[in-house]
């Protein structure tokens, strides 16, 4: 098992920066895949970013993609996703979520853990 915590949502107006935390506890030892997703109300929840257990390997939904960073630190059990540029369609609950397959994948059913979200607010 392993416990995920967000931190890091708030209030932004549109062009600011937010960086989200994603704390890892409980069964840390393996390795695993990290990502982000997010829901917005009345949408399915979406891919948007992913690295590998080393960090070596990054993906991104398109939307995102030059304007998201994702990052860890596994000495802190630790994933991070910085959002500059922010755009009032960037508003939802962010999650992230843990990946203990090896095969790289955007579809939310592949990963095995999740944490509870942190509402990001993008105002125009």
């Known amino acids: 098992q392993v416990q995920l915590v967000e931190s890091g949502g708030g209030l932004v107006q549109a062009g600011g920066s937010l960086r989200l935390s994603c704390a890892a506890s409980?069964?840390?030892?393996?390795?695993?895949?990290m990502g982000w997703f997010r829901q917005a109300p009345g949408k399915e929840r979406e891919f948007v970013a992913r690295?590998?257990?080393?960090?070596?390997?990054?993906y991104y939904a398109e939307s995102v993609k030059g304007r998201f960073t994702i990052s860890r630190d596994n000495a802190k059990n630790t994933v991070y996703l910085q959002m500059n540029s922010l755009k009032p369609e960037d508003t939802a609950v962010y999650y992230c979520?843990?990946?203990?397959?090896?095969?790289?994948?955007?579809?939310?059913?592949?990963?095995?853990?999740w944490g509870q979200g942190t509402q990001v607010t993008v105002s125009s």
């Open positions: 979520a843990v990946q203990a397959a090896v095969v790289a994948t955007t579809n939310p059913n592949a990963y095995d853990y």
């Open positions: 690295i590998s257990w080393s960090g070596g390997s990054t």
């Open positions: 409980g069964r840390t030892d393996r390795s695993y895949a």
